[in-house]
């Protein structure tokens, strides 16, 4: 079974920093290119950025750029997203998602559980 | 960047009814849209992509159809469990998300 298991959110102050990992098993992750989304309490949901398989390419949402850092290990199966200068409006559940695709389309699926980022002093 | 508006953002329905929301992009995204399904406190879950495939075990009663920059979503028999919110996404140039649509009970 196709399985996406984020860890590390937690409590942190405005300007602190913080890493998101997601465990990914039953495919072979590094055949996929992969996501980053969040969703402030409430809201609706935002991508955040994207890595392709081999790293070649990675883009960010303008929200995000500068202060956050996708990467992944392929030998670990692991996907990171390294998060600074955190702000009250980087709260949010940060969910990671595997991005499929055919000769004509794109899509996310699965998604992890997500876990819950709360930047708050 | 590419924005996403979806209509309505709210919806009251009853079980039975034929619902159907839209999607506008800002621009033409060819066929790369897709459609998820969100209940409370859970992960988004992909219903179609490409605009009008639908996911392997997502029932029938579900379709897409448009291409370009309109798009719609329809519930042929709207079921308890499809009380939800839903989601366009655009996969053309970076990933966008439309703000939702709330499907409630009537």
């Known amino acids: 079974e196709m399985q996406l298991v984020e860890s590390g959110g937690t409590l942190v102050q405005p300007g602190g920093s913080l890493r998101l990992s997601c465990a990914a098993s039953g495919f072979i992750f590094s055949g996929y290119s992969m996501n980053w989304v969040r969703q402030a309490p409430g809201k609706g949901l935002e991508w955040v950025a994207y890595?392709?398989?081999?790293?070649?390419?990675?883009y960010y949402a303008d929200s995000v750029e500068g202060r956050f850092t996708i990467s992944r290990d392929n030998a670990k199966n692991s996907l990171f997203l390294q998060m600074t200068s955190l702000r009250a409006e980087d709260t949010a559940v940060y969910y990671c998602a595997r991005e499929s695709h055919s000769s004509s389309s794109f899509w996310f699926d699965p998604w992890g559980q997500g876990t819950l980022v709360t930047v708050s002093s | 960047d590419i924005q996403l508006t979806q209509s309505p953002s709210f919806l009251s329905a009853s079980v039975g009814d034929r619902v159907t929301i839209t999607c506008r992009a800002s621009?033409?995204?060819?066929?790369?849209l897709g459609w998820y399904l969100q209940k409370p406190g859970k992960a988004p879950k992909l219903l179609i992509y490409g605009a009008s495939t639908l996911q392997s075990g997502v029932p029938s009663r579900f379709s897409g159809s448009g291409s370009g920059t309109e798009f719609t979503l329809t519930i042929s028999s709207l079921q308890p469990e499809d009380f939800a919110t839903y989601y366009c996404q655009q996969l053309n140039s970076y990933r966008t998300f439309g703000q939702g649509t709330k499907v409630e009970i009537k």
């Open positions: 890595i392709s398989s081999s790293r070649s390419a990675i």
């Open positions: 621009q033409g995204i060819s066929s790369f």
